[in-house]
């Protein structure tokens, strides 16, 4: 609602007729020159006509003064395009499919296996990992490696043997040096593997992989890019040559250093097998991880080698 000011009226009791005849309502007053009602409606007419006409007589005017060229309607420019963001959909690292038939998830245990004791020497290996559920508790581990935890019922490998071992250093506690040698079996095991044969047998059984991953809860991921995003986190873990502090809070052991106990899981674990033993798992990392970036799908075969034969 629109609200008008106006400018007040003076309004003044006349003395000869404050007493004469009460007001008909309370608070009613008269105006000060009172003249016939007639010619007060008279006035206020020609006023409000006079009121229109020097409205109308400025609107003419201003139109009259407007320039005689008349400037053309300014146009938008059109909106710059947007730079094309990468698709999301499309796999950063992809692999290429195999046309080979596969195992159904369920049952590809028997054939992992038997091809991991194949690359990697023989039946000890069996007594290494934990044969049931291999793709899935591996993808699983991979998901977590980034994460603050690596649940143990999710790990491919079994557990390291013997018991966590700390030695008294000052006023606290340290991982003492002899705790490496439980992760030794696992480092060795990394250390002799043929990777390019490794990264083969993984490309051939992509599709149970990414299965096991769409499973796990990312059914528009792509298993090998979070594999690569793995690896480069534990490729970023620190190396500390000094005994690593601890402290023991409730049950379990902490990180005396709260920037290392804040760390991904994937580079904790990297902490507490050794500086030995991370060296090496680094140096075997950055080979694999060259390996799985390098993968160039079919498609892109089939284009090269039809633009090789033109």
């Given at each position: ?131 049931r559920n291999l793709i899935r508790n591996f993808v699983a581990t991979v998901d977590n490696v980034p994460r603050r935890a690596l649940p143990p019922q999710k790990l491919p490998t079994k557990p390291v043997t013997g018991s966590f ?146």
């Amino acid at each position: 609602m629109t609200h008008t000011r106006t400018e007040p009226t003076l309004h003044v009791v006349s003395p000869a007729s404050a007493y004469d005849e009460p007001s008909r309502e309370f608070g009613t007053q008269v105006d000060q020159w009172p003249e016939p009602r007639g010619r007060r409606h008279r006035r206020r007419t020609i006023a409000l006509v006079v009121l229109l006409v020097l409205c109308a007589a400025a609107a003419i005017v201003s139109m009259l003064w407007q320039p005689r060229s008349v400037q053309p309607v300014p146009v938008a420019a059109p909106a710059p395009e947007a730079t094309p963001r990468a698709d999301p959909a499309q796999p950063r690292y992809p692999i290429e499919a195999t046309v080979a038939a596969l195992p159904p998830l369920d049952g590809s245990d028997a054939s992992i296996l038997a091809a991991l004791q194949t690359l990697m020497g023989g039946s000890g290996l069996a007594s290494l990992l934990d044969t049931r559920n291999l793709i899935r508790n591996f993808v699983a581990t991979v998901d977590n490696v980034p994460r603050r935890a690596l649940p143990p019922q999710k790990l491919p490998t079994k557990p390291v043997t013997g018991s966590f071992s700390t030695t008294a250093a000052g006023n606290g506690l340290v991982i003492a040096e002899s705790n490496a040698v439980r992760y030794a079996p696992y480092v060795k095991l990394l250390q002799g593997a043929d990777l390019a044969r490794l990264v083969s047998l993984y490309a051939q059984n992509y599709p149970l992989f990414q299965q096991a991953y769409h499973e796990l809860g990312f059914p528009n991921g792509h298993f090998n890019d979070r594999l690569v995003e793995a690896i480069d986190v534990m490729l970023a873990a620190p190396e500390s040559t000094a005994p690593l502090k601890l402290v023991q809070p409730k049950i379990f052991y902490e990180f005396a250093d709260r920037d290392f106990e804040q760390l991904p899981a994937g580079q904790k674990l990297m902490l507490r097998m050794g500086s030995g033993n991370a060296a090496i798992v680094k140096k075997q990392l950055r080979e694999l991880r060259a390996l799985v970036t390098a993968q160039v799908p079919a498609q892109a075969h089939a284009k090269a080698d039809s633009a090789a034969k033109n």
